[in-house]
């Protein structure tokens, strides 16, 4: 069969184009580090590829939720520590007035500090960042705590009074809802939801917010003879009308004294149980740390390429392509276009 010109010059350009395909491939391997650039070149690694991306892409909103946790239970933890030390400067305070050996004024005076405490307490309760409160629970855009005639109102409740329940169990029921109404967030524990109500299970979530209410306390209790509050900002009231009071009693006083020192007891718990769960975020974050390396290390084996051996493919390839070039033109015949001015 004869050769002719044409059949040579079309299979030569056909097998150059296809040299110059792969120099480009493996050029484009050597500059981006990855064996393929387009799913087709390499399915199998493609899917691959793309499900330790999604799962890289999870644990980085993990992370990203975690640190917001932190963030805002550091901040809860700094407004606790300062209800802490108004507590304490106001036990303070009231011992100085038990002691026996205070006049009516002075006592009045340490009413006057009491209620400037008292000031003090609701202002940190109604703690904020970027307008996100810290301690409101779920409820996060408006002031947890008010007073309202001299009372203290937590969410729109009068924390001195029942729960607006039918019984006395809903009214305890209620006040647990209360007690652990929290915000919640995945930081990857396989987030699961309940079949019926379509609710996620709290178990697979993590609360990071501290509730108002387990802070200052709830509900009332007789204390010699007198019905008061539970709660720490209605306590340092009442201690503040006993100072105040021409009747002044020491030992309802010091009865007074005695359930605000009880009760004083829920902030310190507050603090460790918010110490509790940034160890656990801690823990959680350095596993995330861990999956995430070990998933860059497949990455790597799936999608990386040695670049020794990478680069050394190039050199050839680029080698055989400058070859097929000088042997072109050699083997194609000069014609008559050569010739042409």
Do not use: C
Not at 86 to 98: R, S, T
Not at 149 to 167: M, Q, V
Not at 240 to 246: H, I, K, P, Q, Y
């Amino acid at each position: 069969m004869r050769i002719t010109n044409k059949m040579i010059t079309t299979q030569y350009t056909r097998s150059l184009n296809n040299l110059s395909a792969e120099l480009h491939r493996l050029n484009t391997q050597v500059s981006s580090g990855r064996k393929f650039a387009k799913a087709s070149e390499d399915t199998s690694g493609a899917i691959k590829a793309f499900q330790i991306r999604k799962d890289l892409s999870k644990i980085k909103g993990y992370e990203d939720n975690i640190a917001h946790a932190k963030a805002s239970l550091t901040n809860a933890e700094s407004a606790l520590t300062h209800i802490e030390d108004l507590m304490q400067n106001a036990m303070e305070k009231i011992i100085l007035g038990l002691n026996g050996t205070q006049s009516k004024e002075e006592r009045a005076i340490l009413a006057t500090e009491l209620r400037s405490i008292q000031g003090q307490l609701l202002q940190t309760l109604n703690s904020n960042a970027s307008d996100s409160y810290y301690f409101g629970g779920s409820n996060t855009t408006e002031k947890p705590f008010e007073v309202v005639n001299g009372k203290l109102r937590y969410n729109g409740y009068d924390l001195d009074l029942p729960l607006p329940a039918d019984t006395p169990e809903a009214n305890e029921a209620m006040l647990k809802a209360l007690e652990s109404d929290s915000l919640y967030m995945d930081i990857g524990l396989n987030v699961k939801y309940d079949a019926l109500t379509g609710k996620v299970d709290e178990s697979t979530v993590f609360g990071y917010s501290i509730t108002g209410i387990s802070i200052v306390g709830s509900g009332t209790k007789v204390v010699d003879g007198i019905n008061v509050s539970n709660n720490l900002y209605n306590l340092l009231g009442s201690l503040a009308e006993e100072f105040e009071s021409g009747s002044y009693v020491h030992e309802r006083a010091d009865a007074l004294f005695g359930h605000l020192k009880d009760g004083s007891r829920r902030v310190m718990r507050s603090i460790t149980e918010v110490g509790a769960k940034t160890s656990y975020l801690d823990f959680m974050s350095e596993r995330l740390e861990d999956r995430s390396f070990n998933l860059e290390e497949r990455q790597v084996a799936v999608e990386g390429i040695d670049p020794a051996y990478a680069i050394i493919q190039f050199e050839s390839q680029k080698f055989a392509y400058n070859a097929a070039l000088q042997m072109g033109a050699r083997i194609i015949q000069p014609s008559i276009f050569d010739f042409m001015v």
